[in-house]
DNA sequence: GACTCAATTCTAACAGCGTTAGATAATTTA
DNA sequence: TAAATTATCTAACGCTGTTAGAATTGAGTC
């Protein structure tokens, strides 16, 4: 049912994605913190009050701004899924690619982790953002799933390791862009390779 | 070299101790969204300024609740450890008692995340404050890399055991809090238990 | 008891934040 | 050209953390 898009409309999704440049280059030089509203709305040569008219909060900015990131995650997992031949590569090319992605982009992952655990709070992003934001992220991490199960397991059980590497991956990437705990001479790729490897053996065998 | 606190010191600390538990409180109620550092001082029975006597910022505040928050899980981890008869045991009941305390503490979570995260940032803490919490924090988990090297394994790889228990409990408590990601009928506590019964049978057989 | 000096708290303000109402400018439509 | 809609700005509100400087309190001394 969706109509081909007007010159009007074009032109306003075009400065919708103007100020969304903007608020990715505040981010990224003056991380999240930084990314005011109103640096993003002078970066992007607009006023602050004038961002409201393309945007419905800040908040929403920064959602659409993830939104776009979680879509380009679900490009990287896919594309190193797809060089692969069998499914024990498939889990292992998607869980690797998901925590590189967010080991070459921190900022990213600073967003994720303020919109994901303030979202829910007061009134933050409404229902459908947030769900949208939810299954983007679980589109991402689908095929670890999918190649689960053709390793045999259950969907419940298939869920289950999707679940886990995702928790692990972000507990590392954590550990990672923080430094809090010495990691003595461990590197976190090398952990979440060997975690991946792990799980790979213990599904093969079950 | 410490000599005993004299009264004046004592009637100060008490004082610290009430905007403490003042900052308890309102993170209690309001989140961390809503403890300002006005909210703190009014629940006080303070002004705003007033705190700046007893505290060098709104952080230094936080940081310290952190601080005790830390020394609470140290002592329920130990506990917990200290109700086992082996190594095994000690690794599980190590590994739980951490991923209890936050399930049961959401907002000391939270403080975590934050501090943890944006810690380092501008001038965040300083670096005296900023490495006591991460010690605090490791002695905490200690445990963990206790067990593995009772159970054979060599100081590197118990140091990396410790901190995939902690990557996989922090992944894992994420999930637990925010609910991102349909956890398809598996709980996060059953997780973190198979997680670690997994490390340990799997240190059992080197 | 009055004086002093330090410890403690308050008042008032600053600059920054997200957000909103209402006026204004720019553009499209009739 | 006139009207109407779209887009942006100005100005303000109430909030935030923080600071300077004045006022208050409290203890120790003459």
Redesign the pocket.
């Known amino acids: 049912m969706q109509m081909r898009e007007s010159r ?1 409309e074009a ?2 999704r075009h ?1 919708r994605e103007l100020i969304l440049d903007a608020a990715r280059s505040v981010f990224a030089e003056e991380g999240l913190e930084g990314a ?4 993003i709305a002078t970066r992007a040569g ?5 961002l ?3 945007f419905e ?3 929403a900015i920064y959602a659409e701004v993830l939104r776009q990131s979680l879509a380009s995650l679900g490009d990287a997992v896919s594309a190193d899924v797809a060089t692969t031949r069998s499914a024990r590569q498939r889990l292992h090319a998607a869980g690797m690619a998901f925590f590189r992605y967010y080991a070459d982009h921190p900022r990213d992952l600073d967003l994720g982790f303020y919109l994901f655990r303030g979202g829910m709070k007061p009134a933050g992003l409404g229902h459908d953002r947030d769900h949208e934001l939810n299954a983007a992220l679980e589109a991402a991490l689908h095929p670890i799933a999918e190649a689960s199960e053709a390793l045999g397991a259950s969907r419940q059980k298939a869920n289950t390791v999707m679940v886990d590497c995702f928790a692990h991956a972000t507990g590392l990437l954590l550990l990672l862009h923080t430094g809090r705990i010495r990691m003595f001479g461990a590197s976190a790729p090398d952990l979440m390779d060997a975690y991946l490897r792990d799980k790979i053996a213990q599904l093969g065998k079950e």
Chains 1, 2 share one sequence.
């Open positions: 009007k032109v306003s400065k005011s509203l109103r640096a607009y006023t602050p009050a004038a409201y008219f393309h909060s800040k908040e």
